[in-house]
Each structure stands twice: as structure tokens, then as C-alpha cells.
């Protein structure tokens, strides 16, 4: 006889994952309820609920009275074989109602490694894979997060792609939604008013040709919809929705304490992050509401942590000020403060001398290259001096380890630069050691974290090619060889991984086949390196008759169509060829508060674009 729900979780490791009825969870009567909302992570429950985004979407989606946004997140390996064996479909956790009987199935796109989890999740909650394969009485599958900027490996499998923000876009596309509900269904008559909502992208409405050789040829839009997508931004983060209440889970979850949003955006322009790009122009919360909302969350899920969180803390203009505002409170209530993300640039000693106040958190900078050379080029613009004055400030202050995050295979490196990675982490030894003051007794750590660079749409750098995995693999040799101290310790991301993700990162629609064979054959949880198989990946792509190296490995010509050239975040791709070509002059750029490059993203007409007229 099949097993209950309740009568799984007694059979599984953490059940807490699946069980729902957390503190601040929002339960609603379904009888008053207009609209229903699964909003999806694609990874475990531990790693989805760290997730700023979807404490947001939740909260702002539940204040609506006939709104209800419950979650659902991807069950571990045990709760799915059992789910499948009991006839247990995918359910939300605060009604353990099916996915497949709400109106919206939305998914976040955080990285692209979690593509077949997704199809996976589909097919668990019995919901055809394919956007033309479901009817009027299946759900709405939609996506937004920072993967949707390019959609298009994953067009055939959704109906929506939200882009940019979701703040306004999610509540205008549930209220059409209810609007149309009232007047009677039609999932096309939806689509194709939803299509014309500024950020909303339905791929079935564009049709993609190509070229002999593979690349794009054009994007065509089809009945009457806009030629271009534009992200949506929100322009005042002071009036923007912020929950009031984080929901606080039984168990252990990656980041498990309050988290208040400082700033959106990056005034800094380095030439590899997307983000940086993607989420311009920097908006700024002030000070007095970055301190109520801390205040509130801390009180209401009574956690004894938060932390800051944004691209790049110590790029707020007032963040002495809020430091000490935030203090004020916190050391009386023994609450601590954590503030990651911070450049070595912006950090004061000061500063590093107030956080201490509460603890000592591990330190983490990120040069991301080993020689200035290089560092002009990605236009990380921060010095070998700046860096190792800091790391003096931090020993002085009391800091016994530092962790550094570097990339290789970064455009027009040598080995040079490879070696660079490991006379810096020794620099940075050897500054601790001539510290005066350093504490009797102890040594210091330096963790050098290298990931492999992948090429991103929206960057300068998407017209490159990513290095061979045999490049890559003799750049971690030539490293490996070069640190002679145990003082400098190594580590590094898969190579294999980032060659999987710079394929789906630019990547165009004929890779749906590939991710559906991938879910055919049982892939799931490609994020987690026990289920990362390369060489079976390797074999479907051989199988489709795609080649992985045309989209990791290929440089781009200055006028190719990418896959994502219908999709308008603000900066220009005239901008992005400049600043490549910078790159190879080795010529910086000033950040957005130095001065305005010009990079298209004051057509949002807010923040610092704003900010400097
Ligand atoms: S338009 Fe100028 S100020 Fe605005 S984001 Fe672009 S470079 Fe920065």
C-alpha cells in the first residue's frame, strides 16, 4: 500500500525540509484566495531559503489579500525516490497542495547548473516539460533571477521569463492574471497581454533562425510583440517592498540569519561580473531605512545575526554612518553584524576596529588576478599596494586569516599572472609576519580560492572564449607547483563545472534538446558535485549533434547576433565592445561615481545616473 506524505517523513534524512509550519510561514484560507503562487527553488531547502529574492517575492506577493505565494523547493535524492514510489507529487510546503494545482509555477534562476533540477521538478510535479505541450488546465511555468538575461537554452520549457526586478512586474502579471480568471481563461489571449508588460518575455512569441555554422541569424518577433524585452528596475529602494519577517527554519540553512539590502547595483564596471552589468544603476537605501528594517527583522524572527548585503558593501556612501547607527543597537542586544563583500579599498581601520567590536569574522578580499596587469585589464581597479595596506590594517586590527578569491583563465593571461595568484598570497603572509603586533603565538592562514573565469552574456568579456579544459588544467598545475608555504592554502572550482556552465550561459535554443535528454537520463542536482557527470553530459551533446566548444570555447565577432540580443538590460552593446577593447589596451574605467561612462543604464532614470546631474 503507498505511504502517505506524513508517513514519509520518518523515512527521510531532515524532514524538517519538507514539513512547512516554520515561524512566519504564511498560511491562507484557499477559499479567499485568487491567485496561487509556487514559487521554486531548484536546489535543496538549505540553500533556497538563504535566498534574499524569494524572502522578498514571498512577503510582497502574501501582503496581496487574494494573493497566495507558497514554496517549493527540489527534495534530496531519498524524499524523491519515495515520492516517485508512493505517487507523491511535487507539493508547496504550506499547503502541501500539488505544484501542478496552482496558477503560477515560478522558478529563480540563480545558476545555470540547476537547469535539469528544474525539468526534474516538473516532471515530479506531473507537469509536461514543454511550453506547447501544456493546456489551459496546467499552470502558468514562469522564471525570473539573474539567468533569465539570457533565457533561451530553457525557451521551450517556459511560458514567462520575467526580467530584471520583480518587484512591480510579479504583482502586475498575477493582477492580469486574476483580471483574466474573472473574464474567463484563455492561456493565449493571457500570454500575449502579458507580453505586453515592460519586462515580461514570452519566448514563444519570438522565432530564432540561423546560420549554417550555428550562430544566430535573427530573432524575429511574431504577432505584434516588442522586438526587445527591457528589464524592469525598481528606481526608489526607500519605498521598495522589504518583508518585515523572515521565515526562520527548524534546521541549519546555508546563511541562516537576518539579511538587510543595503544597495542594488554596482558602480564598479569589472569587466567578467555580470552582475555588475546586469543590475545597474547602483539605488541606494538610506541609512534610516536600512536601520528599520534590521531592527524590524531582528525583532520579528529573533535572530541574533544579520548581515549587509549587496555587490560591493563598502561602496555605500554612508556606510560609517549606518555602521554606527546599526552598532548602537546591536551590541546592546548582542546581536551580531556581518558584512561580507567588502573591497579592500573601502576598508578602513577604523571600520575593521568597529566590527570587531562584536567578533572577528574571517576576512575575504578579491584581487581575482595576480598581477596589477592583469587586474587593469578585468578592471578590477585596486593596486598590490592597496591591498597589502589592508591586509596590514586587518593583522593590526587582529586578524589571523585572510581568504582570497582569484580567477584563472581570464582574457590575455600568462603564466605570469598564474604564478602573480601565489607571490600575492605570500606578500600577504610575509605582511603579517612584520607586523609588530601580531599576536604572540599565532600564525597566519592565507586561503587562495581560485575559480575558473566563464564568459557571460552582458559583460565585455561575452565576445571571448573560455580556456580549454587542457588549459585550464595545466594554468591549475603551473599554480599548484608555485606555492612552496603552508601558509598559502589552495583551492579551486571543477574545471568540468565551468566548462558546463559558460555552454548554458551562452547558450541558444537548440540546447533545450540537450537539457531534455539530460532529464531523460536522470540528471538532477547538477549543482552538487556527487551528481555532476561529465562525461555523460559530454556524450548527449555528442548524441544531439551540438558541439560544447562552439559556445564555451569560440571568440565572437563584433557584429554576431548573440542568442540574448532581444533581451535589453539598459547597458549598450556598443558599451560592452568598447570596454572590450579596452581590455585588450589595458585601459580602466572610472566607476560611476568617478564618472558617467555613458553605458546606457541612465535610461532607467534613477540612482547614481540620476544622482550625478
Ligand atoms: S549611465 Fe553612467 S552613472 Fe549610470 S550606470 Fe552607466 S556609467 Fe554609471
Known sequence: MALTLDELFDRVQKPARYTGGELNSVVKDKSKVNVRFAF??????????????????????????????????APDTDMEALMRENGIPLFALESRDPVREFDFVGFTLQYEMCYTTILNMLDLAGIPLRADQRGEDMPLVIAGGPCACNPEPLADFFDIFILGEGEEVNLELMTLYREHKQQGYDKQRFLKAAAQLEGVYVPA???????????????????????TVRK???????????????????????HDRAMSEIFRGC?????FCQAGFIYRPVREKSVETIDRQSRCLCETSGYEEFSLSSLSTSDYTHLEELLTQLLSWAEEQHTNISVPSLRVDGFSEELANRLNVLRRNGLTFAPEAGTQRLRDTINKNLTEDEILETARRAFSGGWTSVKLYFMMGLPTETAEDIVGINTLGQKIVNCFYQNPNKPKGKGVTVSVSVSCFVPKPF???????????AQLEEKQRLLRESVTTKKVSLSWHDAKTSYLEAVLARGDRRLGAVLE??????????AWSEHFDFDAWMDIFRNQGLNPDFYACRRREEDEVFPWDHIDVGVTKAFLWAENQRAHEGVTTPHCRQECSHCGAACFKGGVCVERR
Not at 519570438?206 to 550562430?215: A, I, L
Not at 559583460?459 to 579544459?469: A, I, V
Not at 535528454?517 to 547538477?526: Q, S, T
Request: glycine fraction near 8%.
Open 40 to 73: 521554486c527553488f531548484p536546489d535543496l531547502y538549505e540553500v533556497g531559503m538563504s535566498h534574499l529574492g524569494m524572502k522578498i517575492l514571498y512577503g510582497l506577493k502574501n501582503a496581496v489579500e487574494d494573493f497566495w505565494c507558497e514554496r517549493v523547493f
Open 205 to 227: 512569441f519570438y522565432e530564432v533562425s540561423y546560420h549554417e555554422d550555428g550562430r544566430v541569424q535573427a530573432i524575429t518577433p511574431i504577432g505584434g510583440v516588442p522586438a
Open 232 to 254: 524592469r528596475v525598481i528606481r526608489d529602494m526607500d519605498t521598495a517592498y522589504y518583508p518585515e519577517a523572515f521565515v526562520v527554519p527548524f534546521i541549519d540553512i546555508v
Open 267 to 271: 558602480i564598479r564596471g569589472c569587466r
Open 459 to 469: 559583460t565585455p568579456f561575452q565576445w571571448e572564449p573560455q580556456d580549454t579544459l
Open 517 to 526: 535528454e539530460a532529464f531523460r537520463r536522470g540528471f538532477n542536482l547538477d
